[in-house]
């Protein structure tokens, strides 16, 4: 229904940058929030960061001063700033799109932070 393509995964050293973005398509109506998950081989998905309609922000404590979310109203799209990576960070991030009746998920993709 809701179509999530994401991009901006790769291989970065510690301490460098990375910016993914994901951009929905399809049925898209009434966006109740945005959001980034990751997942690690062996861990639970983690909620990374979200971004509600109203624009109110949320962030595991991880990743708090390092990441920044925001949304592009216009593009149907949202991007994470991920500055300062460390190791700790590399996992498969997903990119999901809550509306009033479904939740919609990308592809993920692979950010690798070497030491």
């Known amino acids: 229904q809701v179509q999530l393509v994401e991009s901006g995964g790769g291989l970065v050293q510690a301490g460098g940058s990375l910016r993914l973005s994901c951009a929905a398509s399809?049925?898209?109506?009434?966006?109740?929030?945005m959001g980034w998950y990751r997942q690690t081989p062996g861990k639970q998905r983690e909620l990374v960061a979200r971004?509600?309609?109203?624009?109110?922000?949320n962030y595991t404590d991880s990743v708090k001063g390092r990441f920044t979310i925001s949304r592009s109203i216009a593009k149907n799209t949202v991007y994470l700033q991920m500055n300062s990576l460390k190791p700790e960070d590399t996992a498969v991030y997903l990119c999901?799109?809550?509306?009033?009746?479904?939740?919609?998920w990308g592809q993920g993709t692979q950010v690798t932070v070497s030491s």
């Open positions: 999901n799109v809550d509306t009033r009746t479904s939740s919609s």
């Open positions: 399809g049925s898209i109506f009434s966006i109740n929030a």
């Open positions: 971004i509600t309609r109203s624009g109110s922000t």
